[in-house]
């Protein structure tokens, strides 16, 4: 079965602190792993795109790592502001029948503190 | 530059109603659309997509329905709410189906009592 799991559910950090978030998934076919970042009541906008050959992608302050391998990816969120307050989607791609059906995980909410 | 409405922002509706809950996207032609629902502590979850006018797929069978009666716009229906169809739908585009980067509206608030 195609699941995306994210951990933590839930972190609190002290504005200016960086914080890790982790997605692992069992996803067959890969094709591609997404970030998203969603305010409260808001729909989610893209942080970052890779596909298996990338190991690495950055968007500002956000720096998001793949490991086809061991099917894990992180989120790395750099000198964390009170707007990083939100929660935080991991997502696979799956390339099957002409159609990338896009796998959700249940996000991680990251509340950034002053 | 490309945007995406839905309305209404919130609706609060009596179980056993009707639903219909619209989506539009400017700015793009022949976008793929598609219709979400994200219940609390879980993952966003795929209801509907269509590829063009007319066309719809549905990816989990439900109470809920899908129609595209023009190329940029996309409406959810219910003939009659039950409580569990509560919760946050979202629609989306993308240009196609691969690396595409797909993009979200505000999203619907619905409350059924």
């Known amino acids: 079965k195609n699941q995306v799991e994210q951990s933590p559910q839930s972190l609190i950090i002290l504005e200016g602190k960086n914080c890790t978030l982790q997605?692992?998934?069992?996803?067959?076919?890969?094709?591609?792993l997404r970030w998203y970042k969603q305010d409260t009541g808001r729909g989610p906008v893209s942080l970052t795109i890779?596909?298996?050959?990338?190991n690495t992608k950055s968007n500002g302050r956000y720096t998001a790592t793949l490991d086809a391998d061991t099917k894990q990816s992180s989120l790395h969120i750099t000198a964390s502001q009170l707007s990083d307050s939100a929660s935080y989607i991991c997502?696979?791609?799956?390339?099957?029948?002409?159609?990338?059906?896009?796998?959700f995980g249940a996000g991680t909410r990251l509340a950034v503190h002053p | 530059s490309q945007t995406i409405h839905q309305w209404p922002a919130t609706l609060v509706q009596p179980v056993g109603s009707p639903l219909s809950l619209e989506c539009t996207v400017e700015?793009?032609?022949?976008?793929?659309l598609y219709w979400y629902r994200q219940a609390a502590g879980r993952g966003l979850q795929l209801l509907f997509y269509?590829?063009?006018?007319?066309?719809i797929s549905s990816e989990v069978p439900q109470n809920l329905s899908a129609s595209r009666p023009q190329d940029r716009q996309f409406i959810l229906s219910s003939k009659k709410l039950l409580l569990s169809d509560s919760g946050f739908y979202l629609c989306?585009?993308?240009?196609?189906?691969?690396?595409?980067?797909?993009?979200f509206g505000p999203g619907t608030r619905l409350t059924v009592l």
């Open positions: 989306a585009w993308r240009y196609g189906t691969g690396m595409d980067e797909q993009f």
């Open positions: 997605c692992n998934y069992t996803v067959s076919p890969f094709s591609n």
């Open positions: 890779m596909t298996f050959s990338e």
């Open positions: 997502v696979v791609g799956s390339f099957s029948g002409g159609y990338n059906k896009l796998i």
């Open positions: 700015g793009t032609s022949n976008p793929n």
């Open positions: 269509s590829v063009g006018i007319g066309q």
